[in-house]
């Protein structure tokens, strides 16, 4: 997944594509989470959406800001000339390219897509920490980072 033409990486064996992806740029770190995995976690009192915020229980409440977002699945009709698929777009970027959201559903002029609804989380990147460290994360992103990936089975 990319946002604004920078490279989402992804973890294929916590997030099948669709599930969720990171983003880092001048540190700042971004995730997509979808809509379905936000109540799931909801659900099960791990995390909870609170003032734009991502409340998560499991690291004592520490919050995150979300940002309402859409992921570009595919292409249901009309041509992809301005590259959206495979990309996350915010409330504010969609609004300037003049597209209107319906549920599980883009138009932008004449061309449809599917897309995923969801937020984007921001969280300042710390230094990177090699995989698999057994230590208590150093910054915010890490908390997030360990939080879906060690505790969102």
């Known amino acids: 997944m990319r946002m604004d033409g920078a490279c989402f990486n992804h973890f294929p064996q916590a997030f099948p594509l669709g599930r969720g992806g990171w983003c880092k740029l001048e540190g700042v770190t971004k995730l997509f989470l979808p809509q379905t995995q936000l109540e799931e976690w909801a659900l099960a009192d791990k995390a909870d959406l609170r003032e734009g915020r991502l409340v998560v229980m499991a690291e004592g409440g520490v919050a995150f800001p979300l940002m309402p977002a859409v992921h570009f699945v595919q292409l249901v009709s009309g041509e992809d000339t301005q590259g959206l698929v495979a990309r996350v777009k915010t409330e504010e970027q969609l609004a300037r390219l003049g597209a209107e959201q319906m549920a599980d ?25 090699p995989e698999g460290a057994d230590k208590k994360p150093d910054s915010e992103a890490d908390l997030l980072a360990a939080f879906i990936l060690n505790k969102m089975g």
């Open 105 to 129: 559903s883009v138009l932008v002029g004449d061309n449809a897509y599917e897309v995923v609804p969801g937020y984007v989380a921001e969280v300042a990147a710390g230094a990177p920490r």
